[in-house]
């Protein structure tokens, strides 16, 4: 078991990927300080890195002072944790993970000894906004509570895909947006990114070397994590009705695909074909029922004979609904023709 006096709320589901620690592999479960309750604010500012064979703190992440991108850590990290592995090695290289101020983190774990790994503040959804008070009900703006989806460009880029939403009060008015950074810095070059480095394809067209973002419908909120599929991003919104009844289902749910480059529409909801649109006023989304909706999962039919394959993206609802909607599928998919199995 592991335990620290920094841990809120465990709303943090835990990464889980190997690490090598002075040339030995380890299995670590990276994870973040939780959520804090609305009587204090002062828990889950902490992220950790944590030895699974005995519960040893392998490494921590928090504020306590510093003058680094640690003095920004003022907000608990209730979201889950993204880790890859980018250079294929087998081993986590960096973690991603946004707070519930609307900042993104990211974290260099490659090396063989952790005091040389970093973190560092990738992003603010708003670079101006302060510490949550020390107590009482806190109400954030632009909260990341899902963990980021990760994918690459064509060109080799890393992108993070995320939205908004502050999910202890689904029904509270907020203003909230989706985001696609692309990561070009590294743990010591690049300032922290805002949404004035970002284009803002809302409502018109825009382009940006940085990403892009959105904003969201009147009070609509992302409430759970996207997903990357052919290129496009899916993910769910969530919009609360004015009156919250036992029978109304809760609000409206929302499905979403996106373009991974420019954050334009990326399918025609009516057909299911792909888009290749570079007009902003292009619908994004269409309704799928009611509810918060759950991370789209993409089930993919192959193809029979000489015909194409299809996909749906799934989603559940918290008003007991799974919508089924159909989505572009690539033109070639790689099949099992033949496996075997290597014992040792």
């Not at 504020?63 to 986590?92: C, E, H, W």
């Not at 707070?99 to 063989?112: E, I, P, R």
């Not at 302060?130 to 989806?149: D, L, R």
Request: proline content about 5%; some cysteine; aromatic content about 12%.
């Amino acid at each position: 078991s592991f335990t620290d006096s920094k841990m809120g709320e465990t709303w943090s589901e835990p990464a889980i990927g190997k690490v090598n620690i002075g040339g030995t592999a380890k299995f670590a479960a990276f994870v973040g300080g939780g959520y804090d309750t609305g009587t204090n604010n002062d828990l889950g500012k902490a992220f950790f890195a944590i030895d699974l064979s005995n519960g040893a703190k392998l490494w921590e992440y928090y504020k306590d002072g510093a003058s680094d991108d640690r003095q920004y850590m003022g907000f608990s990290l209730a979201a889950n944790p993204t880790a890859i592995d980018f250079d294929n090695n087998g081993y986590v290289d960096k973690v991603y993970i946004g707070d519930v101020g609307g900042q993104l983190w990211k974290f260099d774990v490659s090396a063989t000894a952790t005091t040389s790994w970093s973190g560092k503040r990738l992003f603010a959804a708003d670079s101006g906004q302060t510490n949550p008070p020390a107590a009482g009900e806190y109400y954030p703006a632009q909260a990341i509570y899902g963990a980021p989806a990760l994918a690459l460009d064509t060109t080799g880029a890393l992108w993070a895909f995320f939205g908004t939403g502050d999910r202890n009060h689904p029904n509270a008015a907020a203003t909230n947006r989706f985001y696609g950074i692309k990561d070009t810095t590294t743990m010591t070059n690049g300032a922290t990114l805002t949404e004035s480095s970002l284009a803002n394809v809302t409502s018109s067209n825009a382009s940006a070397a940085a990403g892009w973002f959105f904003q969201m419908g009147t009070n609509e909120k992302v409430l759970a994590p996207a997903n990357v599929f052919n290129m496009d991003v899916l993910f769910s919104g969530f919009t609360p009705t004015a009156v919250v009844t036992c029978t109304s289902g809760g609000g409206t749910a929302k499905l979403y695909s996106v373009q991974v480059n420019t954050g334009y529409a990326a399918m025609n909801f009516s057909t299911g074909q792909a888009l290749t649109s570079t007009d902003a006023t292009v619908a994004r989304g269409i309704t799928i029922g009611s509810g918060i909706a759950s991370m789209p999962v993409v089930i993919v039919t192959p193809p029979t004979g000489l015909g194409s394959a299809s996909a749906a993206a799934i989603t559940a609802t918290t008003n007991q609904q799974l919508p089924s909607t159909p989505v572009p599928a690539p033109p070639f998919l790689k099949q099992v023709r033949s496996w075997r199995e290597r014992i040792q």
